[in-house]
């Protein structure tokens, strides 16, 4: 699949600094429904497997040098391990998620999101790991079971090319009923402003029932600065309520109320072991990520 056009597409640049990226859980992912079956996959390992062709996006540190020199080709070395990772995606296209900021106004949270989700992808198909995509919005979630290669990616980005920033998330037993096609020990990555009042207990719940859980949360500069003068007139996206406030008034108590909800909702999710690291829509597209999740031997950005 062609991803030009879909807004999917990434600089090599982007996927350079991806090579700063690894997806780990905390402790042995089990394999299958019941967690009591080891499987065999290539990728990043101790017991060398073989030689493939290098491609965009392969990890430096998995070329063999030497038979570059002496082939002038390049190889990627693969390992054998067990319990190949399972990373599902999940991606709020709740209304909130259409928010911009007025200094880019093509750019919204969903837009953010997408990148994200395909920067996580690139480095789960470069560790020939399982993935998938959760979608939750307009009242109903969409699932792409977790497969491997670039055939899963390109069902996945199709998907996220269709997706819209409507509605809210479906009810909680929805989301529970989805939930549990999640295969306990699987990493699952909630790409999401996590303004939708199920999300922070949902999360909980999946880290309490046997999955790994993080959440990038996609935030505007205009939310981190308040860089606002004078009369306002502010919507709640997903409710539809406006009110009308005077900027100067209300800046010191907003930034003081959303450094508090922010610092809140951190020391939550630490409580319940989710993994929480904020996006702002000025930042770098893959920053974030670096964070969350860096390679072994990498600092994080």
Not at 146 to 172: E, H, K, N, T, V
Not at 208 to 230: C, K, Q, W
């Amino acid at each position: 699949m062609d991803l030009s056009g879909t807004g999917l597409e990434l600089s090599p640049e982007v996927r350079a600094r991806l090579a700063g990226v690894a997806f780990r859980t905390r402790a042995p992912a089990p394999v299958g429904p019941l967690g009591r079956q080891l499987s065999r996959a290539r990728g990043a390992g101790l017991e060398f497997a073989q030689y493939r062709g290098y491609v965009p996006g392969d990890a430096p540190r998995q070329l063999d040098w030497k038979l570059y020199a002496r082939s002038d080709r390049l190889f990627v070395r693969e390992s054998e391990r067990d319990s190949p990772l399972s990373l599902v995606l999940v991606l709020d296209a709740s209304a909130s998620m259409a928010q911009v900021d007025q200094a880019r106004p093509s750019w919204s949270r969903l837009h953010a999101a997408r990148r994200l989700a395909a920067c996580a992808m690139e480095v789960a198909l470069r560790e020939d790991e399982r993935f998938g995509l959760l979608t939750l919005g307009d009242g109903v979630a969409q699932f792409v079971p977790p497969a491997a290669g670039r055939a899963q990616r390109d069902r996945c980005s199709l998907a996220l090319a269709r997706l819209a920033a409507r509605g809210r998330w479906p009810d909680a037993a929805a989301l529970d009923a989805v939930a549990a096609r999640i295969e306990p020990g699987a990493l699952v990555l909630l790409l999401g402003d996590l303004f939708e009042p199920l999300a922070a207990d949902w999360l909980a719940r999946l880290a309490a029932a046997g999955r790994e859980v993080a959440a990038l949360r996609i935030l505007t500069a205009e939310e981190r600065d308040f860089p606002f003068r004078g009369p306002l007139r502010l919507q709640d996206a997903e409710s539809g309520d406006w009110r009308e406030v005077e900027a100067e008034t209300v800046r010191d108590g907003y930034l003081d109320a959303f450094a508090t909800a922010r610092g809140a909702l951190a020391l939550r999710l630490a409580a319940a072991r989710v993994r929480l690291e904020e996006h702002w829509l000025d930042a770098p597209e893959d920053a974030a990520l670096r964070r969350l999740f860096p390679a072994p031997g990498v600092r994080a950005a």
